[in-house]
């Protein structure tokens, strides 16, 4: 007669078991979709109180007339600085939310976390990654709507190359602050620099590493698209006193929760079900057209074939 394992007398007790006693432990719930938001970060942001922001420019540089000291003060021109009368107003976009939470899950199921703070947190999440996507493709306000036509780049060839971004570099050479592309275009431009012997130096932002090409960092986000395998990279120069890009937002608003974000409790209905408006007020404007400039059309697919002798 033959005995198999399964036969055998239990000896102590089984992990099956024990488990049953233990208490796992439980992360907070995971979203893929959250990302860095580079552009968020490093973008110079300022408080618009009335909703509005106008941007004033002058009308004609070349028609300002100055001269350099001399002895004969009657040769001093006489000039002025005229202005355009009609300049662009940006205004405020929003993004809402409403979330309901039945009081009996967040009243019975808020150990170890909290179900009310979970759900308006994810929900912020998942507005700022869709923040980041506005501020670069909104059709009125985003970066790639935003550039001037002299300001558009065509690539030498299909990958992106780094005479692409010496290119880019001579339309936003007044103080260049960063490139932005999509993570795939990063590394088809670090292909091509390989291939050229050209390998990018690095540095160190947010305790974050990143290439650079003339000292200006790459900064990668998954809202530059890429379509049927072509994107783009823009170059931009931040802040206001460079005149640059800027984003705007929302200050002092009821339930704050940061910059341009609020979230205030609606009340609970008849149905147990309470309610918090989640609201997030932004918007980007670009003072010069020299201050951002975008190389068009770049392939990211390409591949090249290496021979090592």
């Not at 909290?114 to 059709?139: D, S």
């Not at 091509?192 to 974050?208: K, Y």
């Not at 530059?224 to 929302?250: M, N």
Request: charged fraction near 20%.
């Amino acid at each position: 007669m033959t005995f198999s394992a399964s036969d055998a007398p239990q000896l102590a007790l089984g992990d099956v078991a024990a488990r049953q006693l233990a208490n796992a432990t439980k992360t907070i719930p995971q979203l893929e979709t959250i990302s860095p938001r580079w552009l968020v970060r490093l973008l110079h942001w300022l408080p618009v109180e009335a909703g509005i922001y106008r941007v004033n420019q002058v009308r004609d540089a070349s028609e300002i007339e100055v001269a350099c000291s001399s002895r004969d003060e009657a040769d001093v021109p006489e000039t002025f600085v005229d202005y355009i009368e009609n300049p662009r107003e940006y205004f405020l976009s929003a993004v809402n939310a409403v979330v309901d939470v039945h009081t009996r899950i967040s009243d019975l199921y808020s150990s170890p976390h909290n179900q009310i703070r979970e759900q308006l947190r994810l929900t912020i999440e998942i507005m700022k990654e869709r923040q980041e996507n506005e501020l670069i493709n909104n059709p009125e306000y985003g970066l790639l709507n935003n550039v001037a036509p002299s300001q558009i780049v065509q690539p030498r060839g299909a990958a992106p190359t780094p005479d692409d971004l010496d290119e880019l570099l001579t339309k936003v050479w007044k103080e260049p602050g960063f490139f932005l592309a999509h993570p795939q275009t990063i590394a088809a431009f670090g292909r091509e620099c390989t291939r050229r012997g050209v390998p990018p130096a690095t540095i160190s932002l947010f305790g974050t590493p990143f290439i650079t090409w003339r000292g200006v960092p790459l900064i990668p986000s998954d809202k530059v698209a890429v379509v049927k395998g072509k994107s783009k990279i823009i170059l931009l120069r931040v802040g206001e006193s460079r005149q640059g890009v800027v984003g705007l937002y929302q200050p002092n608003l009821p339930g704050e929760q940061g910059m341009g974000l609020s979230v205030r409790f609606m009340g609970i209905n008849r149905k147990a079900l309470a309610s918090y408006l989640v609201s997030l007020y932004c918007s980007l404007a670009v003072l010069t057209d020299d201050a951002l400039a975008v190389l068009d059309n770049v392939d990211v697919t390409q591949y090249h074939t290496y021979r090592y002798e």
